[in-house]
């Protein structure tokens, strides 16, 4: 029997009707693979993943193999973005065995839990020195009818060197100068000059180290810094990583130009890459950053966004082409074709052109996918401003033709069969989307996007926030889920609350991020100030997870270290900042080693070394002075604006105004400046580089 149909992910929805009889993640499933005398046969995977779906459709939806799978195993489905815990776990237990890792992810454990062989991706024929899956089932069942005693053997030697694994977080102290500029020269030299970003293909978007780059050229005036963020963010808008009709950008490139993406959509690399761009703009004033950053905004709320308020996982990769058939990037391609099919053929040569579509293609079957090639037309790159210090204006004598092409484009896309979407909402990327949506709003002016990120936030403490404000990981349509928030989902959505005071003057946000901190505090911290990506009351695990490394977002440690440090800056709290002193001893250890993969850390040292700095604004939520403040470079800086002797925010306490007028107040390492009445005294205080 499938037990997955009364289910919250829809990942796991996609396989309630599969002939294999799945259980979720729960003690009875190991319970039945004890009392059968049978393996567990654990499939891990997410709802948007292109190979899951391929090694579904080949081998689960198989009858015989599923038949095989029944008789010899209890079969597991867990959605590795719902149980971020499990899938750590068992990752890591992959990645160790196979030298590598991925998903789908295959694992066979014991009924204790405890994995004995491993694997991804199996295809259903043998091909490319990969097993056929029908061979692994039958090589595991002889294995464990045949040499239990080995078997046993191998899992308990496995979960013992897990155990052992001991982690350094450096211990004395957090990162300084020299950890800081030894990170940015690992950067430098992995840097690709020619192409933007790092390393090679398949290249993905450096969210996390291109915030550091930022921060570490606003505090130190460090040029090539922010021409490494400049040039990479500008060879992604440019790219067919980035959606040049609708906006927001893709999971990856495959390739090292930024060509060819894995198509599906992320809310959690558009959100990042959201408040990336508005930060650039922040920092240089480019046109391009700004229109890619409010193209990204609208995305998520045009094609994430729920009727709950919230924002939903992602976009499938896959989807119906012209003859029916489901393929990946069917949704974003183009031929000469159909660009002359909508827009005749005076304008399809223009935007063929344009957007780089050839008769070859780019992609497969003489397909392409858009991209702003570099004799597009589109000017303005993203690494400085004019004289004025304004933004750049975008133009050049085919703006306005490009811009209708555009419009005709995406309104005939629009007709096509669409990318399945995954509508579960977790915390820790709502945070991410709170936060980049708030900020953008406040930037460019948009009160719209600032009551989206409301909305949203709304949404967490109404479903995912219990009474002693403990988060679950996710919900769907207004409903929560069964599984505990991990560390990211504490950080995140405390980043994302702490983004929200800021920009809204409410400090009611401020109050539910230090609830979730607390919580961090007393559930997620061990000794030392290390920090674990699970409570210490959660489900036990054959190893409690613990990875200080950004993956795709933010390492749920680091995350966690800059929310604590804001939060202290905004309360004077000394526990807090304690704790986000001695989580960040981490990044002194593996920041000058491996900065790209600690960027956020880095990013949250950057603001320590600043201070960071502290501004209340004794006035009205969304004057001058407070925008003003908001544009503020330096590293990190919180900002409480409101009238003054409110109690919403400790800033403001004794804060008054001077002759009557708006007043702003700047402090930094226990020593504040003078108050200012002046926005342009503001801007030169909060510059950043000292």
């Not at 990318?419 to 002016?445: C, Q």
């Not at 699970?534 to 036990?540: F, G, N, R, S, V």
């Not at 003054?644 to 700047?666: I, K, N, Q, S």
């Not at 400046?673 to 205080?685: G, V």
Request: net charge negative.
């Amino acid at each position: 029997m499938n037990r997955l149909a009364g289910v919250t992910s829809p990942y796991l929805l996609q396989h309630a009707d599969n002939p294999v009889d799945w259980w979720p993640w729960s003690p009875e499933a190991f319970e039945e693979a004890r009392r059968r005398d049978v393996p567990v046969l654990l499939s891990v995977g997410y709802s948007s993943c292109h190979w899951c779906h391929v090694m579904a459709h080949e081998s689960f939806e198989d009858e015989a193999t599923a038949a095989y799978m029944n008789e010899h195993f209890v079969s597991v489905k867990v959605d590795r973005e719902e149980r971020p815990d499990v899938d750590a776990v068992y990752m890591e237990a992959v990645q160790a065995a196979t030298g590598q890792g991925g998903w789908p992810m295959t694992v066979f454990l014991t009924a204790d839990a405890e994995p004995f062989y491993f694997g991804t991706y199996f295809p259903p024929e043998s091909r490319h020195g990969m097993p056929a899956f029908r061979q692994v089932l039958e090589g595991v069942t002889a294995a464990w009818t045949g040499r239990r005693d080995e078997v046993g053997e191998v899992a308990g030697r496995i979960v013992r060197d897990l155990s052992e694994r001991s982690l350094a977080h450096g211990g004395d102290g957090p990162p300084g100068e020299a950890e800081l500029a030894q990170a940015l020269l690992g950067l430098t030299r992995d840097y690709d000059e020619k192409r933007g970003g790092f390393g090679g293909a398949p290249k993905f978007p450096p969210s996390m180290a291109l915030e550091f780059l930022l921060r570490h050229h606003a505090r130190t005036g460090a040029d090539g810094a922010l021409q490494m963020a400049a040039d990479t963010c500008e060879a992604m808008a440019r790219g067919g990583i980035y959606d040049q009709l609708g906006g927001g950008f893709a999971r990856y490139s495959v390739d090292r130009d930024w060509v060819v993406p894995h198509f599906e959509k992320m809310l959690y690399d558009n959100a990042l890459l959201c408040r990336v761009y508005a930060h650039l703009w922040r920092s240089t004033g480019s046109e391009l950053a700004r229109r890619v950053a409010l193209e990204t905004a609208d995305f998520m709320v045009r094609e994430l966004r729920t009727p709950e308020g919230g924002f939903a996982s992602a976009l499938d990769a896959d989807s119906e082409d012209a003859a029916g058939r489901h393929v990946e990037g069917a949704y974003y391609v183009w031929t000469p074709a159909q660009l002359r099919e909508v827009l005749g053929e005076e304008d399809a040569a223009f935007a063929a052109a344009y957007f780089g579509v050839t008769e070859e293609g780019t992609f497969e079957e003489g397909s392409s996918v858009l991209q702003l090639p570099g004799g597009s037309g589109e000017s303005g790159g993203t690494g400085g401003t004019g004289e004025s210090g304004g933004p750049r204006q975008s133009g050049g004598p085919d703006a306005l033709r490009a811009a209708g092409v555009r419009e005709r484009l995406l309104a005939a896309r629009e007709a096509r069969p669409r990318p399945g979407r995954d509508d579960k909402i977790v915390a820790a990327w709502n945070g991410l989307a709170i936060a980049a949506l708030a900020e953008t709003g406040a930037y460019f002016d948009r009160p719209d996007l600032v009551e989206r990120a409301t909305e949203a936030a709304d949404l967490l403490v109404r479903v995912h926030m219990g009474p002693v404000a403990r988060l679950v990981r996710t919900s769907k349509d207004g409903r929560a889920g069964e599984h505990a928030g991990v560390l990211e989902d504490y950080g995140d959505v405390a980043e994302g609350f702490l983004a929200l005071a800021a920009v809204t003057g409410e400090g009611a946000w401020l109050e539910f991020a230090g609830f979730l901190l607390d919580i961090v505090l007393q559930h997620f911290r061990g000794e030392g100030g290390q920090l674990y990506d699970t409570a210490d009351d959660a489900e036990q695990l054959i190893r409690r997870p613990q990875d200080p490394t950004d993956s795709a977002t933010p390492a749920g440690w680091t995350a966690a270290a800059g929310a604590l440090l804001s939060y202290a800056a905004h309360t004077g709290s000394e526990p807090h900042r304690t704790a986000a002193e001695e989580a960040l001893g981490v990044v002194k250890a593996l920041g000058p080693r491996a900065p790209r993969f600690i960027g956020w850390g880095l990013a949250v040292a950057e603001a320590l070394l600043d201070g960071p700095r502290e501004v209340a604004v004794a006035g009205p939520a969304g004057g001058e002075l407070h925008r003003t403040a908001l544009l503020g470079r330096a590293p990190g800086a919180v900002v409480a604006a409101g009238e003054p002797g409110g109690a919403e925010f400790p800033l403001l306490a004794d804060r008054p105004l001077v002759d009557g007028a708006p007043t702003a107040y700047v402090c930094r390492h226990f020593v504040c400046e003078a108050p200012t009445t002046d926005p342009e005294a503001l801007a030169r205080a909060l510059g950043g580089a000292v």
